[in-house]
């Protein structure tokens, strides 16, 4: 770039400066420049001062007086930036003026590849939405979203499981789907044109978002669509095989520790650090010492001697502190039975809690299941009644669905939780009986159980996961008979 040029940038930006539109507070109060320049803004230094190269190729900061040329790829980002932040809003006035400007356009995406049609229909804009598909934005181009909820649960996914999976691409009309935005998916669909037949790369349809966040009324409205199932399998699959492979490492990991490692302290470098090396050591030096020994033996006979002339004394002593430790001994184990006796009523109290959160489980997940049971019987009578009018025979299949679930699973859920709070109970017991002792036991405990169990609890999330697997294969089998399916 030459310097002429530079000087001219340069006094542009001084100019802005000077104006201060850009730091105005009110985001309307945009710089008026031709299109096609690129201002500096000394006013946001912190946007700017980022570790970018620029077009010369040093790196980037804020503009000084005189610079030769501005870092083009940071005023972009700030562009960007207010552009989003505008849409985010709905602001509208701010919008017109940086499209009219040239500031942005509808196409801009922000750095991390998101479009602003998706940034509108994040923020439910419909009117937003029109603008800047009347502005020339494409309704049919991808971008970068995050995944909502429904989808997250329905890969069988935490935040705990790869945080850059997380981020997605979509259409505007894939995200307004997955969010239950009726008004601007008929928007995209009847006004705009936007095909519903598009894939994402992770194998989402419209459709299939729609169903998986239970928008019914989305899904009747979408046109049945078919395709993307081995993608989507693919995803959630993936999911799995990183738990199991997750779940064998430890396996791995556990059965060398106490398979090898252990061993290999007991057997070897005990041997060795306690036994080997002293004994080696040993003789080394007394081979380097040979010449003194025998004045160590003299010396070592003379203590001898000693220590037996004072052996009677000795004894004495040690006999009063073996009497004063049996006398201390008896002492803390009376103590110690005394307030295991006083403390046995309030852990008794706290065991009888527990018997009876667990009675009054059962009790509620045994209502459970006659309530799913009536409801059952109540919806076949009433579609055979009917003559399957007004209630349909899926109706009655997913009520035997429920009161089959009721049984299957959320009676033995039930009961499972209530019998993991036996261990928060038995700390409680020991805390109540011992105290501090307790505490330290308990967690004796604890330690011993997690050592115990952690294979199988591993070989479980293996087992957990192919079954997983298995069971999303199944479901989308069932998704290509019914594309509708919910």
Same mark, same amino acid.
């Given at each position: 770039m030459s310097n002429e040029k530079g000087v001219d940038i340069a006094a542009k930006n001084d100019e802005i400066a000077s104006s201060s539109k850009l730091g105005a507070k009110n985001s309307h109060d945009l710089p008026q420049y031709t299109k096609g320049e690129a201002p500096t803004y000394k006013e946001r230094d912190t946007t700017v001062r980022m570790n970018v190269p620029d077009i010369e190729g040093s790196s980037s900061g804020p503009a000084r007086s005189g610079s030769p040329a501005p870092n083009y790829r940071a005023v972009s980002i700030l562009r960007s930036n207010e552009f989003f932040t505008a849409i985010h809003n709905g602001d509208h006035e701010s919008i017109n003026a940086m499209l009219g400007t040239g500031y942005a356009s509808a196409g801009t995406k922000n750095y991390l590849g998101k479009t602003p049609l998706l940034a509108a229909v994040e923020g439910g804009h419909i009117n937003t939405v029109r603008l800047l598909l009347e502005k020339g934005a494409d309704p049919n181009e991808f971008g970068m979203t995050w995944e909502t909820p429904a989808e997250m649960e329905?890969?069988? $996914? +935490?935040?705990?499981?790869?945080?850059? +999976?997380? *981020?997605?691409?979509? !259409?505007?009309?894939?995200?307004?789907?997955?969010?239950?935005?009726?008004?601007?998916?008929?928007?995209?669909?009847?006004?705009?044109?936007?095909?519903?037949?598009?894939?994402?790369?992770? #194998?989402?349809?419209?459709?299939?978002?729609?169903?998986?966040?239970?928008?019914?009324?989305?899904?009747?409205?979408?046109? &049945? $669509?078919?395709?993307?199932?081995? $993608? $989507?399998?693919?995803?959630?699959?993936?999911?799995?095989?990183?738990?199991?492979? *997750?779940?064998?490492? #430890?396996?791995?990991?556990?059965?060398?520790?106490?398979?090898?490692?252990?061993?290999?302290?007991?057997?070897?470098?005990?041997?060795?650090?306690?036994?080997?090396?002293?004994?080696?050591?040993?003789?080394?030096?007394?081979?380097?010492?040979?010449a003194e020994i025998p004045r160590m033996i003299l010396g070592a006979v003379?203590?001898?001697?000693?220590?037996?002339?004072?052996?009677?004394? &000795?004894?004495? *002593?040690? +006999?009063?502190?073996?009497?004063?430790?049996?006398?201390?001994?008896?002492?803390?184990?009376?103590?110690?039975?005394?307030? +295991?006796? &006083? #403390?046995?009523?309030?852990? !008794? #109290?706290? &065991?009888?809690?527990?018997?009876?959160k667990g009675v009054k489980t059962l009790l509620k997940a045994i209502w459970s299941i006659i309530n799913r049971l009536v409801s059952f019987l109540h919806t076949a009578i009433v579609a055979v009644a009917t003559f399957f009018k007004t209630v349909t025979l899926k109706d009655v299949w997913r009520g035997f669905v429920a009161f089959v679930r009721a049984v299957v699973v959320d009676l033995p859920t039930m009961l499972w939780g209530w019998a993991r709070k036996f261990g928060h109970t038995a700390v409680k017991m020991l805390d109540a009986i011992w105290g501090f002792t307790g505490q330290v036991i308990a967690c004796l405990f604890y330690i011993l159980a997690s050592v115990v169990t952690f294979v199988p609890r591993e070989l479980w999330e293996i087992l957990v996961s192919v079954f997983k697997s298995l069971g999303f294969a199944c479901k989308e089998f069932m998704i290509f008979l019914n594309p509708k399916r919910v």
């Open positions: 329905r890969t069988w $996914r +935490t935040w705990d499981d790869y945080h850059d +999976t997380s *981020y997605v691409s979509r !259409t505007p009309l894939q995200l307004a789907a997955a969010q239950g935005n009726i008004a601007i998916v008929k928007l995209l669909m009847e006004t705009y044109a936007a095909d519903d037949k598009l894939i994402a790369p992770d #194998g989402e349809l419209a459709l299939r978002l729609a169903a998986a966040g239970g928008h019914r009324e989305i899904v009747a409205y979408l046109p &049945a $669509r078919r395709g993307g199932g081995f $993608r $989507r399998w693919k995803k959630r699959h993936s999911v799995a095989v990183a738990r199991m492979k *997750y779940a064998a490492k #430890g396996i791995g990991q556990f059965a060398e520790f106490f398979a090898w490692k252990v061993p290999r302290f007991f057997v070897w470098s005990i041997p060795k650090h306690v036994l080997v090396i002293p004994v080696v050591e040993g003789v080394k030096w007394l081979h380097r010492h040979r003379g203590c001898l001697l000693g220590a037996i002339k004072g052996f009677p004394v &000795a004894l004495f *002593y040690v +006999t009063k502190g073996l009497v004063s430790c049996m006398a201390h001994l008896t002492f803390w184990l009376c103590k110690g039975i005394v307030k +295991t006796i &006083a #403390g046995v009523p309030k852990a !008794t #109290g706290l &065991a009888l809690q527990w018997m009876f």
